[in-house]
């Protein structure tokens, strides 16, 4: 489904991605582990057309080459991000916030559907349909958020730090409700500092060091790998948890 290659991302003289390799494949959930300022978000954002990649990279989507495309033609061709920072339109109702996602051509068709399937996805909103979104818990805007990207009927779901500021138990929420999503045979490519969740949900991940890719695996087996225990699950003890 999704595949980079020679993936590259400037800052002006500042390399951010350097000769990424990725793939994403139907139905897939994959994580990208890494530090601050690893590169995970300029990937995603890269990935969705809002930060331009360097020429000699190659963006492969269903069989297309979208490098050089814009924000509104990828989200055509069925990838959907959801930023850090989550990206909603505050003064506005959730409805409204919702129905704004379905403005691709491609979401027109089937718009009500979708948005029963949002509503039975997060059921709060069912309930807030004409609450303002900024008067919403930071778990609820969240739900909003995810909920637009579907509203667009992509392919591919791009999370981008979902749990970010979120209590325990929003979290646990959101990532039984991701669950529920992949059952949809959606395919996500998640950026989360919860590694021991998202190793949980995802079918593989990749290791990001100084925007370059370090190491990759099936999600089982980084979870069990003693350095990626180190790095980002707090010792083998944390890895069981």
Known sequence: MLELSQWRVAYGQHLALQGVELSVGKGEVVVILGTNGAGKSSLLKSIAGLVPALPGSSLRFDGHELLGKPAREIVEAGIALVPEGRGIFGELTVRENLLLGAYARRARQGEAGR???????????????????????????????????????PSLLLLDEPSLGLSPIMTGELFKALARVRQQDLAILLVEQNAKRSLALADRGYLIENGRIVGQGPAAQLRNDPAVQKAYLGGAAGAAA
Do not use: D
């Open 115 to 153: 948005l029963e399937s949002v509503v039975a996805l997060f059921p709060k909103l069912g309930q807030r349909m004409k609450q303002v979104v900024q008067t919403m818990s930071g778990g609820e805007q969240q739900m909003v958020a995810i909920g637009r990207a579907l509203m667009s009927n």
